[in-house]
């Protein structure tokens, strides 16, 4: 089992630019949260997807937006980048369909450098 | 909404020395996590807690739950350096797997 995998795994950009990341959960997941974690804080809740619907959402603009894919995957785009958009990016994917399905499981994290 | 608070925010302790790091939340829930991040790292689950007086440990690791309370507690027995590393608690808001993180404790262990 791969577990959830990410990519890419580190990414530079500069302000004003678009970008795109990447998720494959857990073998037999069906849902896919996003969390942002800047340097020395925890991780916030960006949104989650479910049955390729945005579910639930977080205090983020709309310039951060997601798809999820037929085959559970999900991508995160962030359009017209700042500097405080600089951080990891987190996925964890966890199982809707159990009540009570508990433990979510999370990427390695895509490093997101801003300048 | 959903606030969730650990302290200490650092902590600096001797090896075989025992502590305990503390996670307060605002709202009913009852389910509540525990995780690892060494630096540079993604998040490692240490422990699931879904009912109130959950109890769990693994290794010299302990967590528990009081939802009456809303406080949650990890106890680290005889402390070794291999557990430096930042834990988080984080809560689930309304059992959709929308989990809110605490601040983070920063532990260091040193000889």
């Known amino acids: 089992d791969a577990g959830v995998t990410q990519s890419p795994t580190h990414l530079i950009k500069t302000r004003g630019q678009q970008v795109t990341l990447r998720c494959s959960p857990k073998?037999?997941?069906?849902?896919v949260s996003w969390y942002q974690q800047a340097l020395g804080q925890g991780p916030q809740f960006i949104f989650q997807y479910y049955e390729e619907e945005e579910r639930q959402r977080g205090n983020f603009p709309d310039r951060f937006s997601g798809h999820q894919f037929p085959n559970y995957s999900s991508e995160l785009n962030v359009n017209a980048l700042l500097l405080g958009d600089s951080a990891l990016y987190l996925c964890a994917s966890s199982i809707r369909r159990l009540p009570l399905a508990g433990e979510q499981f999370f990427g390695p994290g895509t490093r997101l450098t801003v300048l | 909404e959903l606030k969730v608070e650990q302290n200490p925010l650092f902590l600096s302790m001797q090896e075989g020395k025992n502590y305990t790091i503390y996670c307060n939340y605002s709202t009913t829930s009852d389910r509540l996590y525990w995780y690892r991040q060494d630096p540079g790292k993604s998040l490692e689950s240490l422990f699931v807690l879904l009912s109130n007086g959950a109890v769990k440990q693994e290794g010299r690791l302990m967590a528990s739950l009081d939802t009456k309370a809303r406080l949650s507690t990890l106890h680290i027995t005889a402390a070794v350096h291999d557990l430096s590393a930042t834990y988080f608690c984080?809560?689930?808001?309304?059992?959709?797997?929308?989990?809110?993180f605490g601040t983070g404790t920063r532990l260091q262990v040193f000889p």
């Open positions: 984080a809560v689930d808001e309304s059992n959709t797997d929308k989990l809110i």
């Open positions: 073998s037999g997941h069906d849902t």
